[in-house]
C-alpha cells in the first residue's frame, strides 16, 4: 500500500506535519486526531482498512502537537481560571484550528475532503464544516460533543485529565495507562503494548504539556455549536459509545441532533478510545458514508 513518509506543509501561518496513506486518485479522507495525541493516534491498522476500501487517507498533526508548530510564544495557558469561566488566557480557539485545517487541504491542492474527527478532533471537524461547508464532503464525528457544557466529563475522568502532567518519558507512559483505565472502553480489550507505544511515540515526537493546556483552552474558549451546526448540509455520521466518562453520549446525541439527517452509531461498551475490535466497523461505517456522499445518495432520516 502506497504510504508517503511525514511531510511539513505552511497553513494557516503555521507548519503543520502530516503523512498519507493510499492513493490520491481515491477520494480524500481527512482523519483529525484529538486532544495532545500526534497523528499516529489513528493507528497504522485503522488508515489501513480505510485504505482497503478505496480511500485516500491524510492524517496529520494538530498545532501544539507532534512535529507541527507548537505555539511555545503563547501567553501561558490559566486553566483553573478556565475551568471557572475565565478563557481570557486562551491563545487560539477550535475556529484557529480548523482553519489550520482548511489551509492544510490549501497546500494539498485538495478542493474537499471527506472529514473524520475524534474526541476534540470532532469538534474541529464540526467547526470546519461550520466555517468551510465548501471543504466538507461528508463529517464523521466520534466521541465528540457540540460544547464541553454538554455531555461533561464525570468527576474521575476529569481528575484524570487535569492529573499533573509527567515530567519524564516514563512518567507520561505511566499516566497515559492510568488515564486510559478510567477513560477507556469497558466492553473491549485493553490494549496496554499499544497504549505504552503510543505514550512513547508521543513523548518522542515532541510531548508539550502547556500545548495540551492550550488546546484544551481552545475548547473551552470556543463555546457551543448546536445553532451553527443546524444549518449544515452534508452528510453526517455521529459515533459515540455509550460507557464514554469523558464526552458522555449526551454529547454525541446532541450533536446528532443538531445536524438535520445524521446517523448516529451508539457502540455498546466503548469509552473514550478508539478499540482495535472496532476498526472495522468504523471503517465500514465511513466508507459507507463516503459512498453516499460521492454518489449523491441521502443519509437515513432521524
Request: hydrophobic letters at 40%.
Amino acid at each position: 500500500m502506497p504510504r508517503v513518509s511525514s511531510s511539513r506543509v505552511n497553513a494557516n501561518r503555521i507548519e503543520l506535519a502530516y503523512e498519507t496513506f493510499g492513493d490520491a486518485v481515491d477520494p480524500p479522507l481527512l482523519l483529525i486526531m484529538g486532544l495532545g495525541v500526534p497523528r499516529f493516534g489513528w493507528d497504522d491498522r485503522f488508515c489501513r482498512a480505510l485504505v482497503e476500501r478505496g480511500l485516500w487517507v491524510i492524517r496529520f498533526d494538530n498545532r501544539d502537537t507532534g512535529e507541527s508548530t507548537h505555539m511555545r510564544g503563547a501567553a501561558p495557558p490559566d486553566l483553573g481560571a478556565a475551568l471557572t469561566g475565565d478563557s481570557s488566557s486562551a491563545s487560539y480557539r477550535l475556529e484557529d484550528m480548523a482553519d489550520d485545517t482548511a489551509g492544510l487541504l490549501d497546500a494539498l491542492g485538495i478542493e474537499s475532503a471527506h472529514v473524520v474527527g475524534a474526541s476534540m478532533g470532532g469538534m474541529i471537524a464540526q467547526t470546519l464544516v461550520i466555517r468551510h461547508p465548501e471543504r466538507v464532503r461528508s463529517l464523521t464525528s466520534i466521541m465528540a460533543t457540540v460544547g464541553l457544557t454538554v455531555g461533561p466529563p464525570r468527576q474521575e475522568a476529569l481528575e484524570a485529565l487535569l492529573a499533573p502532567p509527567a515530567q519524564t518519558r516514563g512518567e507520561h507512559e505511566q499516566r497515559t495507562v492510568d488515564i486510559s483505565r478510567v477513560i477507556g472502553s469497558p466492553g473491549f480489550s485493553f490494549d496496554e503494548d499499544r497504549l505504552r507505544e503510543l505514550a512513547r511515540s508521543t513523548w518522542d515526537a515532541g510531548y508539550d504539556a502547556d500545548g495540551v493546556a492550550r488546546q484544551l483552552l481552545a475548547m473551552l474558549a470556543s463555546g457551543d455549536r448546536t445553532e451553527a451546526l443546524r444549518a449544515v448540509e452534508v452528510p453526517t455520521v455521529v459515533i459515540h459509545g455509550d460507557s464514554d466518562p469523558l464526552l458522555q453520549p449526551e454529547g454525541g446525541r446532541a450533536t446528532a441532533e443538531a445536524i438535520a439527517g445524521t446517523e448516529l452509531d451508539v457502540v455498546e461498551g466503548m469509552g473514550h478510545d478508539l478499540p482495535a475490535e472496532l476498526y472495522e466497523r468504523f471503517a465500514d461505517r465511513i466508507a459507507g458514508l463516503v459512498q453516499r456522499a460521492e454518489t449523491g445518495v441521502p443519509t437515513a432520516a432521524r
